[in-house]
Every structure is written in structure tokens, then in C-alpha cells.
């Protein structure tokens, strides 16, 4: 269990030297409590003091990685259970199932699918992260060979899932290098499959039907050697299973109880797809780190990955871009110049609407700390100085010969200072993004 403030305090040096950045020991000590602070931060801390207090430094919720390079994953660590106390940290990752059932052309197109499932939204890539090998044939050959296929196929993370060892050790003696996650062990299987993880280095998921049960199960996996786990909650029904995650991500953050810190795993494979869309979503939002999902359909797989980017995004900060002047077409010295602020949606909602015009043209964005134009304008981030400021960092005199700046119609109101203020002729747009193409139709 986790040290008190108190309790940390009697392991530290108590010189006050001040090396942590802390006035005193007893602040890190408490500092460190609240997992405010990480232990290496004390240099004066002896190795005793370390080992001692490696639990209490611990992270509440352990990270796991698999894959391998740039398809390695990593799920865990998260630090609230509430996104709005701070953030969630490392986004669900979503795995489709290929089972080793299929062969030819049916396996290599279904991995062809999987591979294919990524999308573009307000200039964020998103992609399907991981295939899931699902051993339903029964045979560990079939299963292996399968496994080999995928790793062939795609370079997405692998995750093994069998309930036989004999299984996961055949595929994870082929695809070993590419650390897949192995799933699963069960009561009856702790031992076996924890060798299986130990020897060729995987994580391994802990299986069971109730909380409890996955309690013991972490302790067995880690008494054979394994740190790196992932919980796997097989629920009588999809309410408890939400429920019982929910006491997993509760009990492990407020009473940092270990044997349940760790990320965690779903499964959805079956069902139409709009309903393991929905499942996935819920699963996402509460409190799965891994989905895996049967159905590869672009309108199912797409909100599922929608909903992990608005999860995982830190919601004291909103999405931005950069602000400065952006390209649409090849505009020249006669194009028209746009202005919009720098809040993400804004920017490539507008920047969408200058592209449907076919119009090539410039778009000036005003930082504004990431907000809309009328909340800009609504609380003074958005006015007549800060557009000019940006005009003349941007150096928007040299680019185009016209002096003639499109503002949107939103903020109609500050074109006579705007005017006053650049010397420019001073265009008010439309109101809605959607109008920019007729309108750019218009002027150019
Ligand atoms: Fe105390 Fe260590 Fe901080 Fe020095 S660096 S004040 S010894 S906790």
C-alpha cells in the first residue's frame, strides 16, 4: 500500500538541502505522497531510501507498451479518474480481430482492411492501432501461422488471444520480436502463460470474472516473473462490465491498491456494427485502455477513434494551430487574403470552405489562445490591435499587392477600427463558413 507524507518523511535525509526544488523534506515527502513529485528528484535519497520507497513512487496505474518502433503502443498511467481533475494520458487503443479461421485471400484482405482504417479529422491522423489474432480455429499451428501472416502483413501492434498457453507459446515463438501482447491468462492458467511472457519478454493480459478474482490473478502473474499486465474483466453482462471497470480505475487511483493498478482490456465481437461502435465508445469513456473490435467498418471504426481524440485531448487547453499564414491553392499577389483565429475546428472549417471555392487565396491566423471567433472577439483576444500585430509579424504587406484583408462576418463590428488601425480596406465575409466559397466566388 501506499506511504503517508509522514511515513516517506522518516525515510528522507531531512538536511532541507533544498536540491528538489522544495523548501524542505518534509514538503517533497508530502509532495511525493500526492504523487506530486517523482523520488528521483531527491538526489541525496540513499539506495536504501529508494527501494523503500519505490511502491510509494510508483505510478498508481502501470504503463504497458507492445509493438514494436513506431506501431509500439502504450496504455496505462493514467493519474484521475475524472478527465477534468487533470487529463487522461495515453489514448485507448483500438485493435480489430482477424481470426485464424480465415485464410488466402479472405485473411490477406481482412488485414489489407485493418490496415487501410485511418482517417484525417481537423488535421489530426487517426488510425486503427493494433490487429488483434483471435485463436478460434483451435489449432496452436493454425493460430501461429496466422500470427505470422498478420506480422507480415501489417505493421500495426499484435495482440495473441487464446485461452490455450500451448497456443500463445506457438505464436508468440513467431512473432516474438514484434512484442506482442499476450491474452490470456486465466486462474487455471497464470503460471503457464506468465512463462510463456517471461521468455519471449511480452506483457500478458490477466483474465477473470470479477475484480477480486483479477486481484489474486495479478499477484500470481507477478510472482512468475511478469510486470507488465493488462486486466480483463469477463463480466456477466456490458453494465458490469462497466461498473467493474470503474471500480478498477477508482480502487487503483484512490487507494492505490497495486494489484489492480494496472491498464486494461475489452472485448466487442459481436454484434452489428453499430452497436459494438456504440459499445466501443462507452468502453473508451469508461475505462477501457485496449478495445478490440470485431466489426472493420469505416462508420463504426471512425467514431470509435473520434471518441479516444476527445477523451485523451487535455480539456484545459483548447486544440489549436499554429498562427500564421496559410496556403489554399497556389494564391499570388492578386489572391484574397482571409483572417480567421486560431482555434483548430475554426481554422479547418474555414480552411475547407476556401478549398471547396477553388479559389486560391491566403488565410491569416490570429493567435487567439486557441478560441472561436466570437469568444475571441467576446473576451478581447480578437480585436483591431492583435490583427494588425499579426499582419505585420506575418509580413502580409509583402504577399499580396490589393491591401484588402476578408475578416469573418462575425466580427462585422470591428471593421471600422480595423481600418483606422492597418490602413487596409477592410472586407466583411460571411457569417458562416459554409457561404466562403460562393462569396470567394464573388470577389476573386
Ligand atoms: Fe530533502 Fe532530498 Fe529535497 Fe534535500 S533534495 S530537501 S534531502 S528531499
Given at each position: 500500500?501506499?506511504?503517508?507524507?509522514?511515513?516517506?518523511?522518516?525515510?528522507?535525509?531531512?538536511?532541507?538541502?533544498?536540491?528538489?526544488?522544495?523548501?524542505?523534506?518534509?514538503?517533497?515527502a508530502?509532495?511525493?505522497?500526492?504523487?506530486?513529485?517523482?523520488l528521483?528528484?531527491?538526489?541525496?535519497?540513499?539506495d536504501?531510501?529508494?527501494?523503500?520507497?519505490?511502491e510509494?513512487?510508483?505510478?498508481?496505474?502501470?504503463?504497458?507498451?507492445?509493438?514494436?518502433?513506431?506501431?509500439?503502443?502504450?496504455?496505462?498511467?493514467?493519474?484521475?479518474?475524472?478527465?477534468?481533475?487533470e487529463?487522461?494520458?495515453?489514448?485507448?487503443?483500438?485493435a480489430?480481430?482477424?481470426?485464424?479461421?480465415l485464410?488466402?485471400?479472405?485473411?490477406?484482405?481482412?488485414?489489407?482492411?485493418?490496415?487501410?482504417?485511418q482517417?484525417?479529422?481537423?488535421?489530426?491522423?487517426?488510425?486503427?492501432n493494433?490487429?488483434?489474432?483471435?485463436?478460434?480455429?483451435?489449432?496452436?499451428?493454425?493460430?501461429a501461422?496466422?500470427a505470422?501472416?498478420?506480422?507480415?502483413a501489417?505493421?500495426?501492434?499484435?495482440?495473441?488471444?487464446?485461452?490455450?498457453?500451448?497456443?500463445?507459446?506457438?505464436?508468440?515463438?513467431k512473432?516474438?520480436?514484434?512484442?506482442?501482447?499476450?491474452?490470456?491468462?486465466?486462474?487455471?492458467?497464470?503460471?503457464?502463460?506468465?512463462?510463456?511472457?517471461?521468455?519471449?519478454?511480452?506483457?500478458?493480459?490477466?483474465?477473470?470474472?470479477?475484480?477480486?478474482?483479477?486481484?489474486?490473478?495479478?499477484?500470481?502473474?507477478?510472482?512468475?516473473g511478469?510486470?507488465?499486465?493488462?486486466?480483463?474483466?469477463?463480466?456477466?453482462?456490458?453494465?458490469?462490465?462497466?461498473?467493474?471497470?470503474?471500480?478498477?480505475?477508482?480502487?487503483a487511483?484512490?487507494?492505490?491498491?497495486?494489484?489492480?493498478?494496472y491498464?486494461?482490456?475489452?472485448?466487442?465481437?459481436?454484434?452489428?456494427?453499430e452497436?459494438q461502435?456504440?459499445?466501443?465508445?462507452?468502453?473508451?469513456?469508461?475505462?477501457?485502455?485496449?478495445v478490440?473490435?470485431?466489426?472493420?467498418?469505416?462508420?463504426?471504426?471512425?467514431?470509435?477513434?473520434?471518441?479516444?481524440?476527445?477523451?485523451?485531448t487535455?480539456?484545459?487547453?483548447?486544440?489549436?494551430?499554429?498562427?500564421?499564414?496559410?496556403?489554399?491553392?497556389?494564391?499570388g499577389?492578386e489572391?484574397?487574403?482571409?483572417?480567421?483565429?486560431?482555434?483548430?475546428?475554426?481554422?479547418?472549417?474555414?480552411?475547407?470552405?476556401?478549398?471547396?471555392?477553388?479559389?486560391?487565396c491566403?488565410?491569416?491566423?490570429?493567435?487567439?489562445?486557441?478560441?472561436?471567433?466570437?469568444?475571441?472577439?467576446?473576451?478581447?483576444?480578437?480585436?483591431?490591435?492583435?490583427?494588425?500585430?499579426?499582419?505585420?509579424?506575418n509580413?502580409?504587406?509583402?504577399?499580396?499587392?490589393?491591401?484588402?484583408?476578408?475578416?469573418?462576418?462575425?466580427?462585422?463590428?470591428?471593421?471600422?477600427?480595423?481600418?483606422?488601425?492597418?490602413?487596409?480596406?477592410?472586407?466583411v465575409?460571411?457569417?458562416?463558413?459554409?457561404m466562403l466559397?460562393?462569396?470567394?466566388?464573388?470577389?476573386?
Amino acid at each position: 500500500m501506499a506511504l503517508s507524507g509522514l511515513e516517506i518523511f522518516k525515510l528522507l535525509p531531512k538536511t532541507n538541502c533544498k536540491k528538489c526544488g522544495k523548501p524542505t523534506c518534509l514538503a517533497f515527502a508530502m509532495a511525493l505522497a500526492q504523487k506530486k513529485a517523482k523520488l528521483e528528484e531527491c538526489p541525496e535519497a540513499s539506495d536504501e531510501t529508494r527501494s523503500a520507497l519505490a511502491e510509494a513512487s510508483a505510478p498508481p496505474i502501470s504503463l504497458v507498451k507492445f509493438g514494436t518502433g513506431d506501431n509500439e503502443v502504450q496504455v496505462g498511467q493514467e493519474t484521475v479518474v475524472f478527465r477534468h481533475d487533470e487529463k487522461f494520458y495515453n489514448p485507448t487503443v483500438i485493435a480489430a480481430s482477424v481470426s485464424d479461421k480465415l485464410t488466402g485471400d479472405a485473411l490477406k484482405g481482412r488485414i489489407e482492411c485493418i490496415n487501410s482504417l485511418q482517417f484525417e479529422r481537423v488535421g489530426t491522423h487517426l488510425q486503427v492501432n493494433a490487429v488483434a489474432v483471435i485463436n478460434e480455429s483451435g489449432s496452436a499451428d493454425t493460430f501461429a501461422s496466422v500470427a505470422e501472416t498478420v506480422k507480415g502483413a501489417s505493421p500495426l501492434a499484435m495482440i495473441l488471444v487464446s485461452d490455450s498457453p500451448e497456443a500463445l507459446s506457438a505464436a508468440a515463438g513467431k512473432v516474438a520480436d514484434v512484442t506482442p501482447l499476450l491474452a490470456s491468462a486465466t486462474s487455471d492458467t497464470a503460471e503457464a502463460v506468465a512463462k510463456i511472457g517471461k521468455e519471449n519478454n511480452c506483457p500478458v493480459v490477466a483474465q477473470g470474472d470479477s475484480v477480486e478474482v483479477l486481484a489474486e490473478l495479478t499477484d500470481k502473474i507477478k510472482a512468475a516473473g511478469v510486470e507488465d499486465i493488462v486486466l480483463s474483466l469477463k463480466a456477466q453482462s456490458f453494465k458490469d462490465e462497466l461498473y467493474g471497470l470503474s471500480e478498477i480505475r477508482a480502487v487503483a487511483l484512490k487507494k492505490t491498491f497495486r494489484p489492480l493498478g494496472y491498464p486494461t482490456i475489452s472485448f466487442v465481437l459481436d454484434g452489428n456494427s453499430e452497436a459494438q461502435a456504440a459499445k466501443g465508445m462507452s468502453l473508451i469513456c469508461k475505462y477501457s485502455s485496449i478495445v478490440v473490435i470485431e466489426t472493420v467498418e469505416r462508420h463504426a471504426i471512425f467514431p470509435m477513434l473520434t471518441t479516444v481524440t476527445n477523451i485523451f485531448t487535455d480539456p484545459q487547453k483548447p486544440v489549436q494551430v499554429e498562427a500564421k499564414v496559410y496556403k489554399v491553392g497556389e494564391p499570388g499577389a492578386e489572391s484574397p487574403l482571409l483572417m480567421t483565429t486560431n482555434f483548430s475546428l475554426t481554422y479547418y472549417t474555414v480552411e475547407s470552405d476556401a478549398e471547396a471555392s477553388r479559389v486560391p487565396c491566403y488565410i491569416l491566423v490570429v493567435d487567439t489562445e486557441g478560441t472561436s471567433v466570437l469568444t475571441a472577439y467576446s473576451g478581447d483576444k480578437l480585436n483591431e490591435k492583435v490583427v494588425a500585430e499579426a499582419m505585420k509579424k506575418n509580413e502580409v504587406e509583402g504577399l499580396v499587392k490589393h491591401h484588402k484583408l476578408i475578416i469573418p462576418g462575425y466580427v462585422a463590428v470591428m471593421s471600422g477600427k480595423l481600418e483606422e488601425e492597418t490602413g487596409w480596406e477592410i472586407a466583411v465575409g460571411p457569417r458562416e463558413s459554409s457561404m466562403l466559397p460562393k462569396y470567394l466566388q464573388e470577389v476573386a
